[in-house]
């Protein structure tokens, strides 16, 4: 999703762009936003830093996207190929005659997007209730997965890993589980060699990285933590206080009034849509940077979605 | 070093366990001289290189998985949960932990993390090595998944805030740049 919008307009619209491929599944969470009020125009670009151009109004990011989001996996699609990789491992075993149940983690766990907490805590009524932790969504609170992992005899471990000495006859390299992830693994369609998978996420990072040193960052931080001090708590960047060593009893009082000014003082200041702005703009400069290597990933990454896809499909 | 947290016998029998080692090199110099880091080549800016990375991850033995009552999950104490100094391990069902090392290339200290962790500030790297006893939290280098069957997503900063990562079964690599130093929580998926 990208933010389109003429620069000093009153308009604001959001545009749910067609993602393709491997993140069609996230099309169906794009929704239509409104801002609250007019666009900020963006001060003078200093030298040798990305223009950001708009400065949306934003508070809550569980459906933001930035631009490396069109070739990132969904977390929901992370957890797809992490079933898939399951199910492949469960036939592969079998073919050996070993049949296992392999457990699956509990759903509806952790951050629902992976730009939920992006920015730190955006979510108001969640700062209330349970302070900075994930409450119903604490993947501790929840059983099941690997921790339930059946008890293997050593040539079950040594098919699946491929190492032991009670290995069998006719296992693949690496085991089944060098199997599955052979198949699971973007290739250039032409060499059949692995691409650099983790591209898109070291591009993720580095955008998040630089854009906290931006000076028009760097004044939001300013402005976010003048407000947080007038509320009594004292911090110098937003990601500081979802770790303050204080919180020992999660979701405490002491947490969730922290974290009520922290949503009520990024919504005073806009740091969200300032901070959004300025790193967009950055992974645009960074993906014009990577566009061959980006774009042959995603050819690939669509081949092990379909893949993955006809996996479920044909159970 | 005398505020941490004294190390906890997690589990009855890992106390004891050896893990195979020859992975550690200690590096006596502090982490921020250069000389102490082992360069790789990055190919991009920032994130774990997994194809830049030639070292692989060391063996582990395989250990009996832990366990933890749902009593002790729920309250947050369970042996897997709670705040701990322990080693990396790879366990008999094929599952294994999430292995923090403090230097580049499987190198220094190393902590392992089983369960989901909002807060990797109170573990410590445990084994033998540059870096023992010192946080975990903005702490580490390079990292090894050593989980056949679940994969590790993690996040930059403590309770799932800032970016995230995912680190697939038997994957890993160096953290290369900005995202060095910066895994603060994690769950399995």
């Given at each position: 999703m990208n933010i389109h919008r003429r620069r000093g307009t009153s308009t604001c619209a959001w545009a749910a762009r067609p993602l393709a491929g491997f993140l069609a599944g996230l099309a169906a969470l794009l929704v239509l936003a409104s801002c609250t009020s007019a666009p900020r125009a963006s001060p003078p670009d200093p030298a040798g830093l990305p223009a950001s151009d708009e400065v949306p109004v934003l508070l809550d990011t569980t459906r933001?996207?930035?631009?490396?989001?069109?070739?990132?996996?969904?977390?929901s699609e992370e957890r797809q190929r992490s079933m898939a990789r399951r199910e492949l491992l469960h036939d592969c075993l079998l073919r050996f005659g070993i049949a296992v149940v392999i457990p699956e983690p509990p759903t509806e766990v952790g951050p629902r997007t992976r730009n939920e907490r992006r920015y730190g805590l955006t979510d108001a009524a969640a700062?209330?209730?349970t302070g900075y932790g994930l409450g119903d969504r604490d993947p501790r609170t929840r059983g099941g997965g690997r921790e339930d992992a059946p008890t293997l005899t050593a040539r079950a471990r040594a098919v699946l890993t491929g190492h032991g000495s009670a290995l069998p006859a006719r296992v693949p390299e690496g085991g089944c589980s060098g199997e599955v992830t052979r198949l699971?693994?973007?290739?250039?369609?032409?060499?059949r060699k692995s691409l650099n998978e983790d591209l898109p996420e070291a591009l993720s990072f580095a955008s998040f990285s630089t854009s906290q040193s931006d000076p028009r960052v760097q004044a939001a931080f300013g402005d976010w933590a003048s407000c947080m001090r007038k509320q009594g708590h004292s911090y110098a960047a937003?990601?500081?206080?979802?770790?303050?060593?204080?919180?020992?009893?999660?979701?405490?009082?002491?947490?969730r009034a922290t974290?009520?000014?922290?949503?009520?003082?990024?919504?005073?200041?806009?740091?969200?849509?300032?901070?959004?702005?300025?790193?967009?703009?950055?992974?645009?400069?960074?993906?014009?940077?990577?566009?061959?290597?980006?774009?042959?990933?995603?050819?690939?990454?669509?081949?092990?979605s379909r893949f993955v896809r006809s996996i479920s499909t044909s159970r | 070093m005398n505020a941490r947290k004294a190390a906890v016998a997690i589990i009855a029998g890992l106390a004891t366990a050896t893990t195979l080692g020859a992975v550690d090199t200690a590096v006596a110099a502090p982490k921020d001289s250069e000389t102490a880091k082992v360069e790789t080549t990055?190919?991009?800016?920032?994130?774990?290189?997994?194809?830049?990375?030639?070292?692989?991850?060391?063996?582990?033995?395989?250990?009996?998985?832990?366990?933890?009552?749902?009593?002790?999950?729920?309250?947050?104490?369970?042996?897997?949960?709670?705040?701990?100094?322990?080693?990396c391990y790879a366990y008999s069902n094929g599952t294994g932990d999430l292995c923090l090392w403090y230097y580049q290339n499987y190198t220094g200290s190393r902590g392992g993390s089983y369960g989901s962790d909002a807060n990797l500030s109170d573990n410590y790297f445990a084994s033998t090595g540059s870096g023992q006893n010192q946080s975990m939290t903005n702490n580490s280098e390079s990292t090894f998944n050593y989980d056949y069957i679940y994969t590790s997503v993690v996040w930059t900063n403590n309770n799932y805030t800032?970016?995230?990562?995912?680190?697939?079964?038997?994957?890993?690599?160096?953290?290369?740049s900005t995202y060095k130093n910066n895994v603060q929580s994690l769950y399995w998926s």
């Open positions: 933001l996207t930035l631009p490396v989001d069109a070739h990132l996996l969904a977390l700062a209330a209730t699971l693994t973007p290739v250039d369609p032409v060499t937003p990601l500081e206080p979802p770790a303050d060593p204080r919180f020992g009893n999660p979701g405490g009082a002491a947490e974290a009520e000014a922290d949503v009520a003082c990024k919504a005073q200041t806009n740091l969200v849509g300032r901070w959004y702005a300025v790193e967009s703009a950055e992974q645009a400069r960074l993906i014009e940077e990577h566009q061959s290597e980006l774009e042959s990933l995603r050819a690939a990454e669509l081949e092990v | 990055e190919a991009v800016p920032g994130g774990k290189a997994l194809k830049a990375t030639e070292a692989k991850a060391p063996r582990l033995d395989n250990m009996a998985a832990p366990s933890v009552t749902v009593a002790q999950r729920k309250a947050g104490t369970g042996s897997v949960t709670a705040a701990v100094t322990r080693n800032g970016t995230s990562g995912t680190l697939a079964p038997r994957a890993g690599g160096n953290w290369t």
